[in-house]
């Protein structure tokens, strides 16, 4: 990947809201897209990724969508829980196959 | 299975000084990264190994970082002399193969305050 935009940067949902965070890239070239969890003081760890094959991959709460004509990703988390408070990251992997991340997204899941 | 392991968690040193951080891969993973991860971004690479080749140092400010992999294992990534700006995680990460769709482990990484 080249560039990734993610957006909204902060996001606060009640619990058991859903919560929807995106992404867009510009590589025409990128075919796969992780999306990481940070917690505080720990690395980013894989949550659910998507190959560009695919339009839909669902895990549980968490599922990620694929709209390659319009270059954009999204990670959707359902009957959010409050351990759902993290930053998390898209990410995509172009020709170069190096993996560009986002910048990140605060979700913060209010009680 | 143990994840990747770095050290140390946290280091403070002062501008123009020298550090090093380390890094243990998972078992058996021949690809190895060290990203930076500044206050309030995402990680940006700044070298990948390919056992102890280097695949793309690219971002690397080769003027001040280093880094190694010898025996296609732990890796060591310096920073001389240190700036402000290189305040910031590092974080090593690991993956099985090279290539698409590989799956990466973070260690918990380091951070590094330049004061």
């Known amino acids: 990947g080249e560039n990734v935009e993610q957006h909204p940067s902060t996001l606060s949902v009640q619990e058991g809201d859903s919560a929807v965070i995106k992404c867009t890239y510009s590589?025409?070239?990128?075919?796969?897209f992780p999306w990481y969890k940070q917690e505080l003081g720990k690395g980013p760890q894989l949550i659910i990724d998507i190959r560009s094959n695919v339009g839909e991959k669902k895990d549980q709460r968490i599922a990620v969508t694929l709209n390659k004509t319009a270059k954009h990703f999204s990670l959707h988390i359902t009957e959010t829980q409050p351990e759902d408070s993290a930053v998390y990251f898209c990410a995509d992997q172009g020709g170069s196959e190096k993996l560009v991340f986002g910048k990140g997204t605060k979700l913060t899941v209010n009680p | 299975e143990a994840g990747v392991a770095q050290s140390p968690r946290y280091k403070i040193i002062e501008k123009r000084q020298s550090v090093a951080f380390w890094c243990n891969p998972i078992?058996?993973?021949?690809?190895l990264y060290w990203y930076q991860q500044i206050l309030g971004q995402g990680p940006k690479l700044l070298i990948q190994?390919?056992?102890?080749?280097?695949?793309?140092d690219s971002q690397l400010p080769k003027d001040r970082f280093s880094a190694e992999r010898l025996k296609g294992v732990d890796s060591t990534l310096k920073i001389q002399p240190a700036k402000l700006e290189d305040s910031a995680v590092y974080l090593c990460a690991s993956s099985l193969a090279r290539g698409s769709n590989e799956k990466l482990f973070f260690g918990s990484g380091t951070q590094l305050s330049v004061l």
């Open positions: 190994f390919q056992n102890n080749g280097v695949v793309d």
């Open positions: 590589d025409s070239a990128s075919n796969y």
């Open positions: 078992s058996g993973h021949a690809t």
